[in-house]
């Protein structure tokens, strides 16, 4: 099993690119293409058909997988960009910031 530091619902910023330095939220994590999908990040536009009257179609806009090595975790304690380490803290494993030392909550 493949692990990975950044989960779904961390706040991300990405480094490099069209977006760089903006921030989003992570909605999805594909492990095995390690890409993450960020909210309002790499947005892409799709031409969509009607799909009844509940989806008029048109040309829609939707966020596009980015690669996790694009993107750098955001503390929510010490509001840093920086890297997780993990820890062993009352028997348990936790992330924890490298910058601050604060426990990240999963």
């Given at each position: 099993?493949?692990k990975?530091?950044?989960?779904?619902?961390?706040?991300?910023?990405?480094?490099?690119?069209?977006?760089?330095?903006?921030?989003?939220?992570?909605m999805?994590?594909?492990?095995?293409?390690?890409?993450?999908?960020?909210?309002?990040?790499?947005?892409?536009?799709?031409?969509q058909?009607?799909?009844?009257?509940?989806?008029?179609?048109?040309?829609?806009?939707?966020?596009?997988?980015?690669?996790?090595?694009?993107?750098?975790f955001?503390?929510?304690?010490?509001?840093?960009?920086?890297?997780?380490?993990?820890e062993?803290?009352?028997?348990?494993?936790?992330?924890v910031?490298?910058?601050?030392?604060?426990?990240?909550?999963?």
């Open positions: 099993m493949i990975m530091a950044i989960r779904k619902g961390d706040l991300v910023e990405v480094i490099t690119g069209d977006d760089k330095g903006r921030q989003g939220k992570v999805n994590v594909d492990i095995k293409k390690r890409r993450v999908l960020v909210e309002g990040i790499n947005m892409i536009k799709r031409h058909r009607p799909q009844g009257a509940a989806s008029p179609g048109g040309i829609i806009e939707k966020p596009a997988f980015i690669d996790i090595s694009n993107v750098v955001v503390c929510p304690k010490c509001s840093k960009s920086s890297t997780i380490r993990r062993l803290r009352g028997g348990k494993k936790v992330r910031c490298k910058s601050c030392g604060g426990e990240i909550e999963s």
